[in-house]
């Protein structure tokens, strides 16, 4: 249980264009989803939280205009890359928290990971 | 704000090893910590979840011990394996904030 998928894997594209990098939580409804990016070598850095139905909440210096997020269901949240630079090029990780789940409660489930290269 | 050190940066040992890997916080009003493993590449998998009231977790050779006083947590590995070797992160959370990482401990375990 507790599975968290993530769509594409990963993603090769144009400089200037905009990417959309799907989160699902395949099992459970996520209340709850995150945002992370990771650069080569580098530890997870939180990008935004996502409440379903609400507007995202953004960390401080990151983009909100460029780093779209929708949360429109309990089971998926998007993140588009809007005009995408070789500089966003990055690991980006979502993960979901249920607050309902017994047992678990507390816990973040993470899905695999979307590998975006910008050219 | 919160901040987690992780302490080795990078740890090669050969097969069957035990081994202790550190995690340092400097706000201990924690509300859980959570150790990770990740594969090159990949996403994130838990391992072990402490909540603040806990002293220790286990899960087979794998063993998390919470000092909060200190603000340190370890993760024990027993009996390593090669198939251990990935980045092993620490997360810590406060009440009412989110996740925050720790750098990660990369771990080379030779056959």
């Known amino acids: 249980g507790a599975v968290v998928s993530q769509h594409p894997s990963w993603v090769i594209c144009k400089s200037g264009t905009s990417v959309k990098i799907e989160c699902r939580s395949l099992?459970?409804?996520?209340?709850?989803m995150f945002w992370y990016r990771q650069f080569p070598k580098q530890s997870l850095m939180l990008m935004a939280t996502?409440?379903?139905?609400?507007?995202?909440?953004?960390e401080q210096g990151v983009e909100k205009d460029k780093f779209l997020i929708n949360h429109a269901s309990l089971t998926l949240s998007t993140l588009t890359v809007t005009s995408a630079h070789p500089e966003d090029s990055s690991f980006y990780i979502c993960?979901?928290?249920?607050?309902?789940?017994?047992?678990?409660?507390?816990?973040?489930?993470f899905g695999p990971g979307t590998r975006l290269t910008v050219l | 704000k919160q901040e987690v050190t992780q302490i080795p940066a990078a740890l090669s040992v050969p097969e069957g090893e035990n081994l202790v890997l550190n995690c340092s916080f400097t706000?201990?009003?924690?509300?859980?910590l959570q150790w990770f493993r990740q594969d090159p590449g990949k996403g994130l998998t838990s391992l072990l979840l402490?909540?603040?009231?806990?002293r220790e977790q286990t899960s087979g050779r794998l063993n998390a011990s919470l000092d909060k006083s200190s603000g340190r947590s370890t993760l024990y590995i027993a009996a390593s394996q090669p198939g251990d070797s990935a980045t092993y992160l620490c997360?810590?959370?406060?009440?009412?904030?989110?996740?925050?990482f720790g750098p990660g401990t990369r771990l080379s375990v030779l056959p």
């Open positions: 996502s409440n379903e139905g609400s507007k995202a909440t953004y």
């Open positions: 402490i909540q603040s009231s806990q």
């Open positions: 997360a810590v959370r406060n009440y009412g904030q989110n996740f925050v």
């Open positions: 099992d459970f409804q996520a209340t709850t």
């Open positions: 993960s979901a928290r249920d607050f309902r789940t017994s047992g678990r409660p507390d816990e973040q489930f």
């Open positions: 706000d201990s009003a924690i509300y859980n």
